[in-house]
Structure formats: C-alpha cells, structure tokens
C-alpha cells in the first residue's frame, strides 16, 4: 500500500498569526513539504490543479518535475488535472515529458472541476463537463498508446496523423487514476480501461461512494482486467496529528474553524465523528485509517490531505514528521498483516513495465529522420512499420 | 381494506408552543380523522426544525449534512403526506424553512401531496402561502393541495379557519389515498432528473445503456 500527502495549493490566511504567505513563500513551502514527504518516508505527493486565486498550482507538471529532480523515490501525482479544460494533447504532451524526467516515478488523477468561471476561461462549456471528460479521456488514452492517431469527436477540431510527443517513458503510459465521488459514468471509464478509481473521502455520508467503488470493482472484473479485489483504489483523508490528543484539537481548531471548505460550519468535534477527519494522537489516526479498509475494501493509495486552511510550514513539516514515523509505518504493518492476499499491488513504473514486458525487451522509440516538412506520416518511429 | 399512511409535520415554529406547530398538529388530526373515516390510519412524524437550525446552517454552507439532518430527510423520504407549517417574518416564510426544503435532493419529494400552513400576527400577510411558497414547492414537484392554510391572530377565534383545515386535510386525504405519488413514481421516476445518490441517497440505479455509459466505455460522443 502507498501513503502520500495531497494539497490542494491553497494560499490561505493563517487564522492564528493572521499572516497571508506570498505567492513565492507558499511555492516556496510546497517544495519543502514535498521533500519532506520523501525524507519521512511516504511514497506519494500530488498537487491539485486550479486557474484562480487563492491557489497556486496552474501548472503542475513543471512543479511536479522540480520536485521529481529533487527527491529519489517520490512517485510525483496530481490531485486532479483537469480532464475538461485542459487539451487532451497537452497533457498527453506535458505528462509523458514529466514521465520521462521523473524516471517512471509519476502517475496523474483526472478530475472535472467544478469550477464555473474555468471552463470559458478555456474555451469549455461547464454543461457539457461530463461528455467532455469521457471524450477528452478517450482520445488521450489513444495519444500515449497509439504512435500515430486519427481522431475525430465533438469537442475539439480532428487529429490527422497526430503523434504525441515524447512517448511515453518505456512507451508505457502514466498510470492514470480517475477521482470521482458520485459520477458513475467517471466509474465506468475508470473500469473499461483498467485504471484506478479514487474517492477523495472528505466529505461523508460515505454510503453513495461505497457503493460506487462497489460499482468500479464489479466493472473492472466485468472488462476483464482482474477481480474486483484486484481493482485499483485509491482514498483520500485528512488529519492533523500531535502527541497528546487533547493538544491536536486545540492547535487545529482555530484552523478547521476557518478552514476554506467547511469553516464557519459544524464543530470540528461532530465533523470528526461524521467524516474521515482525524485530530489527534498517531494512534487515534492510525485506528480511524484502518476503517477505511472496512467501508470500502482494501486499496492501494492512501493520500492525506495536510497542508490546507493557512497550517504555517512549519506545523506542515512537524504534522509531516509525526505522519512519517508514527502513524505510517504501523499502518504498513496492520494494513499488511490484514489484507486480503488477492489484493493488486500499487502502481509503480518498474511493476508495469514488469508486467507489460516481463523479461523481454522494453520498447525505446528512435523517430525516423525529419522529411523536411515537420509531418512524419504513418510510420514517425524506426521499429514502427 | 385501510392503508396505513405516514404523515410528516414541518414545523418552522421556534416557540413552545408555537402557533405554528399548532396550526400543523390541527391538520394533522383532521387527516388522521378523515383517513380514519374511510378505514386508514396515519402515523405522524414530527421534524421541528428549530431543533436542526444548526445543522441547517451547515449544511448550507458547508454542504456536510449532520445526523439530524440525514433523519429528518429519510423522514421526508417515507412520506406519504407532507404538513410544512411556518410563521411569516418580514413578508416572507421563516428563512428556517426555506433553507430546510432548499438542502434537499431537488428528486425527494417528487410527487408527495404536501398541505402548506403560515401564520402571522397581521393579515396583511396572508398571500404568503400562495405567493411564495408555493413557488418552492412547485420546484420540488410536490403536489400542493389547492387550500392554503394562513392564521392571524384574529384568524384563531374564527371558525372558518377550522372549514379552511378541514378542507386542506381532506385534500391531501383524498391524494394520499388516490395513490397518485406512486403512480407518478412508479411509471415516471426515470423522466425525472435525477443524480446518482440523489432523492437522499437512494436513486443508485445505473442506467448501462446511456449515450454517456457508452462514451465512456470508449464509444463515440454519439
């Protein structure tokens, strides 16, 4: 199972000290953090993607590619690209670049966005979100597969003879994960195509998001790619941790009262008790973690969401370090011992190529010689017929 | 042979007792009667909603509905009849119960026989039903009986507000017994629009044979 830290990038005002950081200080920060996931042991980072203030995270493959350079074994994510606003081509483009800089050490979530003002900034029709994410996600799983691609749909102009550019690292396209909390649909093209599904598991009632995942799994099965325990998923949380339980509810509290999404709202106390959140000892953490498995069956992917509602960095860095060493590695060794044996292991770059190649030679494309006209037809590549 | 019907008081009252709640409770034994005339009982639920401003509150800005929240709504769910009784402030119904019927799955109440009751301390007040709150109603596809029920404080020593809830009671009788919700339900459910979790969190169909299912199975934007 793979543990990491999601952030959404928000810039928020610090509740307590009433400090709003810089544009510079948070990207600053956020580079931090990420490193201090690898060095405390956590396998995953993933940054959000959004196009307005308060957030920074416009153009998360060239952060996502930094922080690739500066750390080993950190699988670098996003916590979502926006499958609706953004081009099919660019990403297929600027992931499979971000593949190969990060050595395989990268995979992606899809998400719509439920941002109005976006899509126009974009050239997108919020109305038409669903049909344009499964659209746009038919044609960008062709872009990493298919070296050469003729493409024609409804929302952007035709592909003639179009191929993307780098292929994929060891032409195995990133692994690519599907976020959705209460879309079939988004479930389905999660299954069809064996990718992973995951819920973000903020906000409860969880009940329709079980039975989605249900869903995910029996279609999964359904198109032939493994068992329903087989199927790939990934869940999200939050928690603010300290030593002493009591000290975790009064440091947090000025935060959660404040907090973008759920501030000025429920108690943190009946939040606690009605959603995933935990504030609290590493054991209470670790104990409310563990009934994840219960609701929803055993995953791959375990993503905390720690950096949110104006925490300063350094209570990041602390929460970060407390994560890493007391609330991870005991839930490697409960999770370990509980899951079922059929359950599929997490994605990683080696374990796919692993699987795509097993012993046999892995495909390096070498592009033919350009003709002068910067088309390179039907056959781009030398082994390509 | 007699039904058994649930009938759902809503109450936007906030004192005890509340005129409000009377008004409803009044309704509510009528129908209880009338039903009983023609061999049907009814059991009626009460959701005083003074009880889940809070959590009415939250819900409005945090999208996290409490536990209250989620029993008044699977209330709402099994009802057969529906009382929403609240006073009026400031020419308008209390915004306690607007924003109660407005955090609910627009599918919920699709088709449920509802009877709306104000009260106020003035006449001046007394289109409030018809003018305004029938309009959320109508949003919500209930079926409002065509009695509206208002009370001013003159409107108590008069009998004919007694005729007006008689007359409302045997309306939504005459719609809870016509069995009208569950035809509507029954033979239409699906032309209605619906989410996935929606009608508080039981419309879980998945429909496989969709121009989107098949899109997103690989299939062209059709």
Do not use: C
């Not at chain 1, 800089?101 to 979530?109: I, V």
């Not at chain 1, 943190?268 to 104990?287: K, R, W, Y």
């Not at chain 1, 069956?297 to 370090?321: E, S």
């Amino acid at each position: 199972m793979q543990f990491g830290i999601f952030s959404v990038s928000d810039i928020t005002r610090d509740p307590v000290s009433g400090e709003t950081p810089s544009e510079a200080e948070r990207i600053d920060a956020i580079v931090q953090i990420a490193e201090k996931a690898e060095e405390v042991g956590l396998d995953v980072f993933a940054i959000g993607e959004h196009h307005n203030p308060p957030f920074f995270s416009s153009a998360p493959t060239t952060l996502l590619s930094h922080i690739a350079a500066k750390t080993k074994k950190l699988i670098v994510s996003t916590a979502t690209t926006l499958i609706t606003t953004n081009d099919p081509v660019r990403i297929a483009e600027e992931y499979a670049m971000l593949q190969h800089l990060a050595k395989g050490r990268m995979d992606l979530m899809l998400g719509r966005g439920n941002t109005a003002p976006v899509y126009p900034w974009f050239g997108a029709d919020i109305r038409q979100s669903l049909p344009l994410a499964l659209e746009n996600y038919n044609l960008l799983h062709r872009l990493w597969r298919e070296d050469v691609v003729d493409w024609e749909g409804k929302f952007r102009t035709p592909l003639q003879g179009f191929t993307s550019t780098p292929r994929p690292l060891d032409d195995l396209p990133p692994f690519v994960w599907h976020g959705s909390i209460r879309t079939p649909e988004i479930a389905e093209q999660a299954a069809f195509y064996g990718d992973g599904f995951f819920a973000n598991n903020i906000f409860w009632p969880k009940e329709h998001y079980i039975r989605l995942i249900e869903f995910y799994r029996q279609r999964y099965a359904h198109y032939g790619h493994g068992t329903e325990k087989q199927a790939i998923v990934g869940l999200g949380g939050q928690a603010y941790i300290a030593k002493r339980s009591q000290d975790a509810v009064k440091e947090f509290r000025p935060y959660f009262n404040e907090a973008p999404v759920y501030g000025h709202g429920p108690r943190m106390e009946d939040f606690m008790e009605q959603t995933p959140l935990s504030v609290g000892s590493p054991q209470e953490v670790i104990d409310k973690t563990l009934t994840f498995r219960e609701h929803f069956g055993d995953y791959q992917r375990q993503m905390f969401l720690m950096d949110h509602a104006g925490l300063p960095l350094k209570t990041v860095l602390n929460q970060l370090d407390l994560l890493g060493e007391e609330v991870v590695p005991v839930l490697r060794k409960e999770i370990e011992a509980r899951q079922d044996p059929e359950t599929a292991k997490p994605p990683t770059h080696a374990g796919r190529v692993k699987d795509k190649y097993g012993d046999g030679p892995v495909r390096q494309p070498k592009p033919n010689a350009n003709r002068g006209d910067n088309v390179t037809g039907g056959s781009p590549y030398q082994d390509s017929r | 042979m007699g039904q058994n019907f649930q009938l759902v008081v809503v109450s936007a009252g906030t004192s005890d007792p509340s005129s409000t709640r009377l008004l409803a409770d009044r309704v509510a034994g009528r129908v209880t009667t009338l039903a009983g005339k023609r061999a049907h009982t009814v059991g009626t639920t009460v959701v005083e909603l003074r009880e889940l401003a809070t959590e009415i509150a939250n819900a409005l800005v945090s999208n996290h509905i409490g536990p209250k929240l989620r029993n008044a709504i699977a209330t709402l769910q099994r009802a057969d009849g529906i009382v929403a009784s609240t006073p009026v402030y400031k020419a308008g119904a209390s915004g306690l119960l607007t924003s109660f019927f407005q955090i609910l799955d627009n599918d919920l109440l699709i088709a449920k026989p509802v009877v709306l009751a104000a009260t106020a301390g003035t006449a001046r007040h007394a289109l409030v039903v018809d003018d305004q709150m029938r309009g959320l109603f109508a949003y919500l596809r209930t079926v409002v009986v065509p009695t509206s029920l208002f009370a001013s404080t003159e409107d108590w020593q008069d009998n004919g507000l007694n005729k007006r809830i008689d007359r409302a009671a045997l309306e939504l009788v005459a719609l809870m017994t016509s069995g009208f919700e569950k035809t509507v339900r029954d033979e239409s459910w699906g032309s209605y629009q619906h989410e996935y979790g929606s009608a508080g969190g039981t419309e879980l169909t998945i429909d496989l044979d969709s121009d989107l299912m098949r899109l997103a199975a690989g299939g062209g934007a059709g």
